[in-house]
């Protein structure tokens, strides 16, 4: 059985910091690229951070490029989305997804349920 499961979603401040954590069951993450993707209420879901299985390789959206930084450990299975300066425009749900394929796939493979992440003051 292939699943995901994100967790270190909360309730921050602007300016402040989180990271979540994607932990991969039934599936290596030698094999298969993992996105963090956000939907916010009323909004479209959208892919936030990417890394390749092939060559860890990173892309991110524009709007986080140097804010979040995603990283994997092989060794715990686990992907890692770091986010700093939160703003309340960071509010939303995130989860994460894989595709064996890579970065530029439809994230068919696997799917978590979500971590919710506040930004508010």
């Known amino acids: 059985q292939v699943y995901l499961v994100e967790s270190g979603g909360g309730l921050v401040q602007p300016g402040d910091s989180l990271r979540l954590s994607c932990a991969a069951y039934?599936?290596?993450?030698?094999?298969?690229?993992i996105g963090w993707f956000r939907q916010a209420p009323g909004k479209e879901r959208e892919g936030v951070a990417c890394?390749?299985?092939?060559?860890?390789?990173?892309v991110y959206k524009d709007s986080v490029k140097g804010r979040f930084t995603i990283s994997r450990d092989n060794a715990k299975n686990t992907v890692y989305l770091q986010m700093n300066n939160l703003k309340p425009g960071d509010t939303a749900v995130y989860s994460c997804?894989?595709?064996?394929?890579?970065?530029?796939?439809?994230?068919?493979?696997?799917w978590g349920q979500g971590t919710l992440v506040t930004v508010s003051s």
């Open positions: 890394i390749s299985h092939k060559d860890g390789s990173t």
């Open positions: 997804a894989a595709e064996n394929s890579g970065c530029g796939g439809a994230f068919r493979d696997a």
């Open positions: 039934g599936l290596s993450l030698d094999d298969f690229a």
